[in-house]
């Protein structure tokens, strides 16, 4: 008996040693750049190893006073809530209809719907530009919201239609019999059983899109439309040289709300992750 | 009023028949019963009454009026479903108060109405609870509630007791055919269980492979059953079906020979006899080996093995005999029926 629970002690000693490894593992770059973030310019580029660091808010103070950092925050958010409320609201009816009507081509539309997801963002960089720039909407943080829309839609839906497939069609008769028409069976009855689904879906979204650098350098010119991700890239040049510890600041400030929302919902994330690769 | 008829309604899937040729009026207040075996098309045949399903040829009509291509939720029907089909987000009272809703039913009735169908399904108590925290019994009831709160013009029921343990299932039995009565409502309830046929229903048809096999009180389904499918399907345990031939009033087939039959028949037949139309006794048409004896406390199942077929006879309770011993049965020669090896149809 002793022997036994020792034994069991021990096997979950071990299982949270290699766990704690991997999320130490996985942490490091994260941990590493906040330290970055939080230390004097000169101290960051000594050659020298330096095993008591000095705190220093200098590039804490520098990204809020020298740069409209607060700007590209609201840019960032506003782009980002924006394209996923577009997603929404365009990919719930569609994944409805792909998964509970019947009609010809549907499986192909499904298929294409996916298909604008393999696409090299390259290759339609250039004619997104011109799109924009004849609708003059280039440097607006509209044109974000509907790039990031776009790209996003294709998985929102897919994601969604996953959720949709499992609700049973029992439910639906149901509804009908007992009077509702399509929209309020929607509304009513789907949209509920399947806000698990819809939270993934927006959540992976808005990973995808704090992090879209490509079309965002593209479309955004000015302050107007910076983001975050784009913000990084001003630190890059200039008379400065490479400014590390504003760009490690910035991009942990990138990075902590995705990872609060991410671990607020991970069962959800992890159950909407393999339903939309598997199912189909 | 509430008459509803089927007119030669076909539903082919491709080149798969689900339902082919029904013909069938439902009588005002009727407790009808659609039993068969699974894939017989009784769902389907349900499921086009609810619109939920279109006919790919022939007509529904309610009291008088075509309804093909009418939307379920234009047709004042009310379905349980085999699963429930609870609203899983709302409370039992909204779930309840759902098809009120629907339907536009003035709200300043809505309470009212939905206790009174809680309380005539014993659910008041649980009527603040998601249907998550119900029991399998009382989820059917609130999917019973729900059917029943606005007083639908016809009920469908399909397998709506088929997920509950055998106590409950005849508990649910007794009150589903109590609200029924009460309420006075057209019924259309779909089963695979004969029992449920039985005691349930005004009359019963029988389905097969989309095709209805007869059309009858539980009696008449019972006692004169139109075919062998019919009679094997009928009964707990069911008819015993042998065949063999018959020649000058003489039926024999292996271990098995009965006299006194009508001799105007003959030819190859299938002979059936319902196991409690079998006696234990010292002398009788059929001597074989017994094979299997389950004492159920009331009354006795003694199974013989006569050649490669079994043969189901209800012997008293206190009746014993080792396995493998032999035994001797007679056949109540009136109650014999006789039908066609080749097509199954009733002969006598």
Known sequence: ?280 | MARIELRNIQRKWGEFWGVRDVNLAIEDREFLVLLGPSGCGKTTTMRMIAGLEEPTEGEIVMDGEVVNGVDARDRDVAMVFQGYALYPNMTVYENIRFPLRMRRIPPSEHDARVRRAAEMVELSEFLDRKPAALSGGQRQRAALARAIVREPYVFLMDEPLSNLDAKLRQQMRVQIKYIQRKLQITTVYVTHDQIEAMTLADRIVVMKAGAIQQIGTPDQIYHDPANTFVAGFIGSPPMNLVAGRLEGGTFSAEGIRVDGLPDRLGGDVVIGIRPEDCTVADEGHLSAEVFGLEPTGDVTYLTLRAGDKLIEVKADRSYRVPLGSGATVAFDPARIYLFDAATGERLR
């Open chain 1, 1 to 280: 008996m002793g022997a036994r629970r020792g034994a069991r002690g021990e096997s979950r000693l071990i299982r949270y040693l290699i766990l704690g490894s991997w999320a130490l593992f996985c942490l490091a770059p994260v941990l590493w750049f906040l330290s970055i973030g939080l230390r004097p310019r000169v101290e960051i580029i000594s050659p020298q190893p330096i095993y008591v660091p000095h705190l220093s808010l200098e590039a804490w103070h520098m990204i809020w006073e020298d740069w409209p950092m607060a700007r590209y925050l609201r840019n960032s958010v506003l782009a980002i809530f924006g394209s996923v409320l577009i997603d929404l609201v365009l990919a719930i009816p569609a994944a409805y209809s792909l998964s509970r009507y019947r009609y010809r081509g549907r499986d192909d539309i499904g298929f294409y719907i996916l298909s604008t997801r393999m696409m090299a963002p390259a290759i339609v960089a250039v004619p997104i530009f011109f799109l924009f720039r004849s609708a003059g909407l280039l440097d607006t943080i509209w044109a974000l919201m509907i790039v990031y829309a776009a790209i996003n839609l294709s998985l929102v839906t897919w994601i969604i239609r996953s959720y949709m497939l499992d609700i049973p069609k029992e439910l639906e008769d149901a509804a009908r019999t007992d009077g509702a028409s399509d929209m309020r069976i929607l509304v009513e009855i789907i949209i509920p059983a399947i806000i698990p689904g819809i939270i993934t879906a927006s959540v992976i979204a808005m990973i995808f899109a704090i992090n879209e650098f490509l079309f965002t350098l593209l479309i955004a010119s000015t302050p107007n439309a910076y983001t975050l991700s784009v913000a990084l890239a001003n630190f890059t040049g200039g008379s400065d040289g490479l400014i590390y510890n504003a760009i490690a600041l910035v991009a942990f400030l990138a990075f902590v709300p995705v990872f609060l929302v991410v671990v607020a919902i991970q069962r959800h994330l992890s159950r909407g992750l393999t339903m939309g690769a598997v199912k189909g």
